[in-house]
């Protein structure tokens, strides 16, 4: 972009700031549910959402279509029609009576970004498009990223057709045509909607779920990694109950104490990866818990219930707490005389960001004078399109009181710098 593009850019951004506040106050409006709002994907407010977003994209002269799916889509045409297309966006649906910025955030930008460089006459290399994703927080059907694994071709007919809403056991095909989405026809299409053929680069604006950007002062952030994790879920550890008076040291089994002990011993591996390895390194103990029925203040605990969840950008670090959680459960086992059953964990592998889309969005943002850090952070569409070989980054955004409440806040001014990088990048991308 020359001088001149660049702040006629900056300027129509600025320009359609009053229309993105409009957009999100249209889809909470549709959506509001008590104190937050409610969007499952393929119900009647994550379809209006989508209308609301391919309405205003269509105002600004953008291209307006939808895939078979339900997805929306608007683009901005290229001087290549040939060359595979930049592609930006996120989640149109939400979590229950969750915040309005979660995935919204990153939908409008790529829309503002687009009717933003439309409006300063810019043409870019290649065609730019801007997602509505269906289902990343899934919240009928206990599957993320649902919308974006069925745009990529990565989800196979049998597990779609297996997909029940956790709560009514309603199919999702009947949820889908209820919104007028036919399921067979994402399985009579040719291939897959996007795919690393047509798509040169997957870029999607996403709120911080996390306090760093508050704590440091700073709007923006790009994605390093979207951490993996390993999970033990159900973790039980098994002791005798005793009469707490009566019983020595010496002969007590004590499962609260032997879980504490495990517990502080996870932690203090977790301060050293933290300072010497893996500053990604994550660990929560989401559950702790003796049986009601049975614990008493007069009794030696004899069973004592726990999860752990480790996450981590490092693949060696998951393996590292993983043997450590075996080793560690033997020798508190036999010195407490207690016994651990963790069950199998599950988990899912780090999703490394591509390098390259990382430094250019690094580099929008220094040469439009904007600060922003780097670190990793959690699940996000980006990551299936990453999976499916397309070149993928994420842009973090700096928001109060993190996700998935109805507290979530994100500033106008924090947004519009973001879809300032964003649009600089998609032009680098595409002139590149
Ligand atoms: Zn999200």
């Given at each position: 972009m020359t001088p001149g593009q660049q702040k006629a850019l900056r300027e129509a951004i600025g320009e359609m700031m009053p229309l993105a506040a409009e957009i999100f106050s249209e889809v909470r409006m549709v959506s509001q549910d008590r104190d937050g709002v409610t969007r499952p994907a393929w119900?009647?407010?994550d379809q209006a959402a989508g209308d609301i977003l391919l309405r205003a994209a269509r105002a600004q002269d953008l291209t307006t279509r939808t895939d078979q799916i339900g997805n929306t889509y608007a683009s901005l045409k290229g001087r290549n029609t040939n060359a595979p297309a930049i592609l930006t966006g996120s989640h149109l649906d939400s979590v229950a009576r969750g915040g309005n910025f979660d995935g919204l955030a990153g939908a409008v930008a790529g829309v503002i970004a687009l009717a933003a460089l439309r409006r300063a006459g810019i043409v870019p290399g290649c065609e730019l498009t801007a997602m509505g994703i269906r289902c990343e927080e899934s919240v009928w059907f206990g599957i993320a990223y649902i919308g974006a694994r069925l745009s990529v071709g990565a989800m196979e007919r049998a597990e779609f057709d297996a997909l029940r809403r956790l709560d009514s056991g309603r199919s999702l095909a009947a949820h889908?045509?209820?919104?007028?989405?036919?399921a067979d026809d994402i399985w009579r299409r040719d291939g897959p909607e996007i795919s690393a053929a047509n798509t040169k680069a997957f870029l999607e604006l996403h709120i911080e779920q996390g306090p760093l950007l508050i704590e440091q002062a700073t709007s923006l952030a790009v994605a390093t990694a979207v951490r993996?994790?390993?999970?033990?879920g159900d973790g039980v550890c098994y002791g005798a109950y005793q009469h707490s008076a009566a019983a020595p040291r010496r002969l007590r089994q004590d499962a609260v104490l032997a879980v504490t002990e495990l517990l502080q011993r996870l932690e203090a591996l977790w301060h050293e990866i933290e300072d010497n390895d893996d500053p990604s390194a994550v660990f929560t103990v989401g559950k702790l818990f003796t049986d009601p029925e049975q614990h008493a203040l007069t009794k030696v605990p004899g069973e004592c219930h726990f999860s752990l969840n480790f996450g981590s950008t490092e693949p060696r670090t998951l393996?590292?707490?993983?043997t450590a959680v075996a080793s560690l459960t033997a020798e508190i086992a036999a010195r407490r005389r207690v016994r651990f059953a963790l069950g199998d964990p599950v988990g899912s592998p780090p999703t490394p960001l591509d390098p390259n889309l990382r430094a250019k969005l690094s580099a929008s943002a220094r040469r439009l004078s904007i600060p922003c850090l780097e670190f990793a952070t959690v699940g996000h569409d980006a990551s299936?399109?990453?999976?499916?070989?397309?070149?993928?980054?994420?842009?973090l955004v700096?928001?109060?009181e993190g996700s998935h409440n109805p507290r979530e806040s994100m500033d106008l001014q924090d947004f519009e710098l973001g879809v300032n990088v964003l649009a600089a990048t998609m032009i680098d991308l595409a002139d590149g």
């Open positions: 119900s009647a407010e889908m045509a209820e919104v007028g989405v036919v993996g994790n390993l999970r033990y393996e590292r707490l993983a299936i399109f990453a999976r499916a070989g397309i070149p993928a980054a994420v842009l700096r928001n109060g």
